[in-house]
Nanobody, 120 residues
Framework: QVQLVEFGGGLVQPGGSLRLSCAASGSIFNIYGMGWHRQAPGKQREFVAGISSGDATSYAESVKGRFTIYRDNANNTLYLQMNSLKPEDTAIYYC??????????????WGQGTQVTVSS
């Protein structure tokens, strides 16, 4: 099977930066699109940023110009560089990946989430 494990969450002051990473492991044949989503307390999970297998990127309006998504295909790792963080960025951040297994099965996989808290 496949595991997605996120790293890099924590507590940061407004205006600060954090870098999240997400490492995929398991019986992976290929990874297609990948992305970050987040869920704040009492709110639905929302899209933050996505990146295709060809490195085309997309962002939610709320994070454009502050967050950068990129990937390291050699190591099956996804990143999210978050700058100029605001209190409203506080949420659990989840990694998602569209993965084809060695068995030929293709599906969306999610990480367990990492907490990001922006507070003074």
């Amino acid at each position: 099977q496949v595991q997605l494990v996120e790293f890099g969450g924590g507590l940061v002051q407004p205006g600060g930066s954090l870098r999240l990473s997400c490492a995929a492991s398991g019986s992976i044949f290929n990874i297609y699109g990948m992305g970050w989503h987040r869920q704040a307390p009492g709110k639905q999970r929302e899209f933050v940023a996505g990146i295709s297998s060809g490195d085309a990127t997309s962002y939610a309006e709320s994070v454009k110009g502050r967050f950068t998504i990129y990937r390291d295909n050699a190591n099956n790792t996804l990143y999210l560089q978050m700058n100029s963080l605001k209190p409203e960025d506080t949420a659990i951040y989840y990694c998602r990946a569209d993965i084809k297994l060695q068995t030929g099965i293709r599906d969306d996989y999610w990480g367990q989430g990492t907490q990001v808290t922006v507070s003074s």
